[in-house]
């Protein structure tokens, strides 16, 4: 059973969610401030955790960036509803994917499913297990989840990594955005849903530019996304 | 008129009126002293010239004479001369040139001095001369009456006094002026910012150190403006406080109602669905009315960036496009030319696309809502048409305000809150840029329209 651990100071929240998850087939701890929550986080006896923005002690853009610097714990966010900034910075200081809290829980239970599926290394007989690929300096090796650049690793959450992967797998090629939302996030494109912008524009950032400026993540309009090949 | 203009013209014109009564004032009562003045200057004359005409007579003869009586008479200010013997005899000028001087030269033989005489248009004077044969004669002048000098006209230093006392007058009078206009100019300058919405105005500072009523007036404005600055601020942190607040019971809202679901029988669950459409109404209010409560907040802090807004506006139609299309709807981007504009992508996505959808519920099925973007006059301008029939024209002022509805029925069966053009007209605001309503078409348009990046800006 996946372990689960909610980081939010409402209990009577934290509660329900438990009970809901636990019906759902996960096992729920719950904690209430963020500096138990950042210990409880960096014991390492989780598979993932749900972390709200306001927390008392400390808030959650703190914890997450506490924790990213030694663990790479799948971390999914409750942002305030409306504000774009708070989506913007927790996944840009490394939140594997956001939930705008009031939030419907079977989207939640979704979100995890999708979370855990990707952060789980692949069964070592299959095809994708050894798959490892190489364009213009840039690595990506399943079987061990790293991406590197010219020899040092990209520090990449499981969204980045798999949208990078993707990518790699038809470079040269446009990446429609409907195929890219179901293959990685694991749900259909919605209209509006900026989310898969969000996670390219983060992996574009720390991918970098080519040397001579080119981005290698290029946007088609209203299509999709390339990586561009030399 | 310009209060500046008036209280400008009205000191200048009482100045002119002052100087004019005072002229007239001065002609009237003054011409007594005037008067006495030249009658002795006259008298003094007169003495100096017949003491002379004594001596001529003595040293040089009557020849001698002769010549000094015509001098004497060609001299300026024009005038008559005459000498008079005691018998009326005339021996020098014409008789007939002065009349009436028959007593005046009696009085003169008999005091033995200078003696004048004043008519209306003439001045007399008379001195008696002694001959060497101790025959007395009395000399006599006429001068026609000069006309009163002007004092500012008819001469050189009248002109010098005219244009002096014309250019002080307006010169006090423009500074008086404006020292009575500037503070109320600034005073409306700061009404203006603050009806704009920028609360923290003050103007006393601007008006400076004066001890007037227009410096209370500048006081209490700024005591007002404070007043309502704390009232809309407060204001505004109660509506996103409140609405900050509510989405806790409304998180566990909607956890608890999937537990239900997970427990409920089949006859609970069409209310159950019911429940968490209504939550999610709830939900989705409250998100608008805090981006509303935040644009109101601080719209100074707006993020700024290029951005392509031709690219904006296609995925946003593209977007609400998919979604009309459930509903049998469409919307088609007419043009899109190439606009850059800076400011905030989120920002303004979310005002077109609050719009668009508006757009997109009020249009009738199989109706297509029209999306442009041109660009003219270093404006980007996007409009948007549906074929909703529109708006009452006295309404359309109104379309902006948070929770407006025009026709309440309507609105319901289409699921509006009435938040979307409010958000999307204080994102616009907050772009420096503008958006209007009006009926086109039998729809309604909205037009936004935003300042075009600069070449070198950013």
Known sequence: ?230 | MKLFVKIFLWFLAAIALMVVVIIFVTRTFQTDPMFSRFQRSTRNQMSIYSGTATQIVNAEGENGLRIYLSRLRDLEPPREVNLVDSNGQTWFGEPAAITDSADLIKRTFSSGSAETDSAEDRTLGASPVAFPDGQRYVLVLQWERQPPQSLFWGSAPGYWRLGGLLLTATVLCYLLALYLTSPIRKLREATHKLADGDLQTRVAQKVGRRRDELADLAGDFDLMAERIESLITSQQRLTRDVSHELRSPLARLNVALEIAKQKSNPESAPMLERIETESARLNDMISRLLTLAKLEGGSEDVERVRLDLAEIVRDVAADADFEAQANGKFVEVTTADRCTVVGSENLLRSAIENVLRNAVRYTPERSVVDVSLSKNNGHAVVRIADHGGGVPEEELANLFRPFYRVGEARERKTGGIGLGLAIAERAVKAHKGTITAKNVNGGLMIEIALDAAKKDEL
């Open chain 1, 1 to 230: 059973m996946d372990k689960i651990l909610i980081i939010d100071d409402d209990e009577e929240l934290c509660e329900l969610v438990s009970e809901y998850l636990a019906v759902e087939g996960f096992d729920i701890s719950t904690v209430n401030d963020g500096e138990s929550g950042l210990k409880m986080a960096l014991s390492g006896e989780y598979d993932l955790a749900i972390l709200d923005v306001m927390l008392p002690k400390m808030n959650g853009f703190d914890v997450l960036r506490n924790l990213r610097l030694e663990s790479k714990l799948p971390v999914l966010m409750l942002t305030a509803r409306g504000d774009d900034m708070e989506r913007i910075v927790g996944l840009e200081i490394g939140a594997d994917d956001y939930l705008p809290k009031p939030f419907n829980p079977r989207e939640l239970a979704a979100r995890l499913r999708a979370i855990l599926r990707r952060s789980v290394p692949l069964a070592e007989d299959g095809d994708e297990a050894h798959e490892k690929l190489d364009i213009d300096g840039v690595q990506v090796s399943s079987s061990a989840r790293i991406a590197t650049r010219d020899g040092s690793e990209i520090n990449l959450t499981s969204v980045e990594f798999e949208l990078l992967r993707e990518l790699l797998r038809e470079a040269g090629k446009v990446v429609k955005k409907e195929d890219l939302s179901e293959r990685v996030l694991e749900r259909k494109l919605s209209p509006y849903d900026r989310s898969l912008d969000m996670h390219i524009s983060n992996l574009r950032k720390k991918l970098g530019a080519r040397a001579d400026g080119s981005e290698r993540i290029k946007t088609i309009r209203s299509v999709g996304y390339i990586y561009t090949v030399v």
